[in-house]
């Protein structure tokens, strides 16, 4: 049987692509995945062409409208973040994954636990997933995505990896007829 696909925050995967040039390896959830298929790199802020490290960031913006913006300087970096974003989505369907591990509590990542939105003169207006999140549930919605917290369980991790092989199945299947 063909190995399925899998995107994955690179973090995750122990490489320093944090904002503070740190990592957040997330080891018996990778190993558990890289056994049963082959995973996809991804980190949407290195990616997108920022630095490491870089300024930390947050969601801005409004629920339905998104931003992305640098806490000390206020930058709006959602149009870099956005012009990598959706060349990559295209990316996707052309090279597809069969699932999507993300790194929670990101700005571009946050999968699982909507962050909170802030707003630009203070409190918050809201909850978004992280802008790339949400952009890949909008394009794949039946593609299951998950974060380590989710996968740190081994139950859970089985379900995902149950809907991760019917969405395999599922492409073989349209693929195939």
């Known amino acids: 049987m063909e190995r399925c696909r899998i995107g994955i925050s690179r973090c995750l995967l122990g490489e320093r692509v944090r904002y503070d040039g740190g990592a957040r390896p997330a080891p018996l959830v990778v190993a558990a995945l890289r056994s049963v298929a082959e995973l996809v790199p991804i980190c949407p802020e290195v990616e997108s062409g920022m ?4 300024e930390p960031a947050e969601v ?3 629920p339905l409208r998104p931003t992305f913006h640098c806490l000390d300087s206020g930058r709006d970096l959602t149009f870099q973040l956005m012009s990598w974003i959706w060349p990559r989505l295209v ?3 052309q090279e597809p994954v069969q699932g999507m591990v993300l790194k929670s509590n990101s700005p571009s990542c946050a999968a699982v636990v909507p962050k909170r939105v802030f707003k630009a003169g203070g409190g918050t207006a809201g909850r978004s997933l992280g802008l790339f999140a949400r952009a890949f549930q909008e394009q ?3 593609i299951p995505m998950a974060d380590e917290i989710v996968l740190a369980d081994p139950v859970r991790r ?3 990896m149950r809907r991760v092989r019917a969405c395999q199945a599922r ?3 349209v693929l195939h007829g």
Not at 51 to 54: L, N
């Open 51 to 54: 630095t490491v490290p870089r």
């Open 60 to 62: 801005g913006g409004t």
């Open 91 to 93: 990316r996707f369907a």
């Open 140 to 142: 794949f919605p039946w």
């Open 158 to 160: 089985e379900e995902f």
């Open 171 to 173: 492409n073989r299947s």
